[in-house]
């Protein structure tokens, strides 16, 4: 189920991340912060009365000129606008309601999009909450009296904002259907895959409403299954993302592959494994999301004897945290091999969220520990006690030892490949976690 989005929005300076910060960090739990983007803060998954929703901060888009401010504050927030379900237009109640808050109101009005009008900077709340009356002129509700840095009436915008979430879908509906992202670096053919997948096999499509947030999401069905397919904008390199549109399709895609499932990613056959897309595979990794690696255009590269199996050593040799992802060559343009795209999406899935009973774990545990024994350091050794599954999407394990200084990644990495030797777990990341815990009769 896809979770609301919640995007602050206004012209600069008014306290937008301030706000951003506080929610993220203090009053609402945080779920997990994205992966790949906390060095960031651009968003952050967060809770209000038991509904997650994901929240966005569009306050670390400066315009590069003084002379571009409302240009700039026009397309942040129309980007803003076009990705979130509930908007919290915040303004400064010390300025009053100024000519930029009242472009930004007729853009918000024409989105019909619901909005949580927010006076901030309402420090002494007894004196500052009578100055807000003024902005029933913008047209948009009611105003809320804050103060986000002194955590003032903060509660009672969240308790807004949660009113105005959409209607929660059924969950049933959406248990069988899987979320497919297709990520990538510009003009790899991500829209030409999708093209093509519609265009040939199409059942039943239609558009899903309230998602040019991010780029488009379709439903899709075929004899294979139920799928929403996620197109994205593709990342650029960082040296490259100069405008704050740019920045937003970074955003996008991000918050695609958080959103998805299963993520597609894309690479040029004519270039092969750039340095980006490294970048946005790993992104995808770090999110813990199935993952196929899709070769698009192979139809353009020349031919011979052992062409296809040296391309995936290159591949994997650049990739290497993904020798778990299957590699599928493909043509978006002819359709060549894009029939079993399907299969492959299916099966990551499939391995994404399983989950093995703790008695079979222990068991390959154990043969594991017995094939090679835990390493030791100054005397004293890994003593591993026992493993169980904590989680799936995609499938943690906790190992509780004696010692997690002994822990080594070495042998992590070696527990790891003999799960995946034991269960296959292909299409999907695997992580461990070590936890200690005094085994009976161990005395110091």
């Not at 196929?292 to 353009?300: C, H, P, S, Y």
């Not at 004897?305 to 990739?319: F, M, Q, V």
């Not at 343009?333 to 894009?338: I, S």
Request: hydrophobic share 40%; glycine share 6%; aromatic share 8%.
């Amino acid at each position: 189920m896809s979770e609301p989005i919640v995007a602050i929005v206004g012209k600069p300076n008014v306290g937008k991340s301030t706000l951003f910060n506080y929610l993220a960090g203090k009053r609402i739990s945080i779920v997990e912060d994205t992966p790949g983007v906390t060095r960031d803060r651009v968003y952050a998954e967060t809770n209000w009365r038991g509904r997650d929703f994901t929240l966005i901060d569009t306050g670390g888009i400066e315009p590069n000129t003084n002379d571009v401010i409302l240009s700039q504050m026009r397309e942040q927030a129309n980007l803003a606008i076009a990705m979130a379900d509930v908007i919290v237009f915040l303004t400064d109640v010390k300025q009053g309601v100024t000519a930029a808050d009242q472009d930004i109101a007729v853009m918000l009005k024409k989105a019909k999009k619901p909005v949580v009008l927010v006076c901030n900077k309402a420090d002494n709340f007894q004196k500052d909450r009578h100055e807000i009356y003024e902005f029933y002129n913008l047209g948009l509700g009611e105003p809320f009296p804050i103060s986000a840095a002194n955590a003032l009436g903060i509660g009672d915008v969240l308790d807004e904002i949660y009113e105005k979430f959409p209607p929660q879908d059924d969950k049933e509906e959406e248990k069988n259907v899987i979320k497919v992202a297709v990520i990538g670096k510009p003009n790899v053919g991500k829209s030409s895959l999708i093209n093509k997948i519609l265009g040939e096999n199409r059942s039943i499509v239609s558009d899903v409403a309230g998602t040019t947030r991010d780029a488009i999401d379709t439903n899709f069905q075929n004899e294979m299954g139920n799928y929403v397919l996620i197109d994205t904008a593709g990342i650029r390199k960082k040296s490259k993302v100069t405008e704050s549109i740019e920045k937003f399709s970074i955003m996008r895609t991000l918050l695609a592959i958080e959103r998805s499932d299963v993520c597609l990613m894309m690479i040029d056959a004519e270039e092969g494994v750039t340095d980006q897309d490294a970048k946005i595979a790993g992104e995808a990794h770090e999110a813990g999301k199935g993952v196929i690696i899709v070769v698009n255009k192979w139809d353009l590269v020349e031919k011979e004897t052992g062409t296809l199996e040296n391309y995936k050593k290159e591949i994997y040799a650049r990739l290497k945290y993904l020798s778990y992802a299957p590699i599928l060559f493909i043509s978006a343009k002819t359709g060549q091999r894009v029939n079993k795209l399907f299969e492959l999406i299916n099966s990551a899935y499939e391995q994404n969220t399983r989950r093995i009973p703790t008695a079979t774990l222990n068991q390959v545990i154990n043969e594991a520990i017995a094939l090679v024994q835990p390493p030791s350091d100054k005397g004293k050794r890994l003593k591993i006690l026992y493993g169980t599954q904590c989680a799936t999407r995609p499938p943690t394990f906790i190992i509780f030892v004696n010692d997690k200084d002994l822990f080594h990644f070495s042998y992590e990495r070696y527990l790891v490949n003999q799960l995946r030797k034991e269960f296959g777990f292909e299409g999907t990341p695997v992580r461990i976690i070590a936890r200690e815990k005094i085994a009976k009769g161990d005395v110091d």
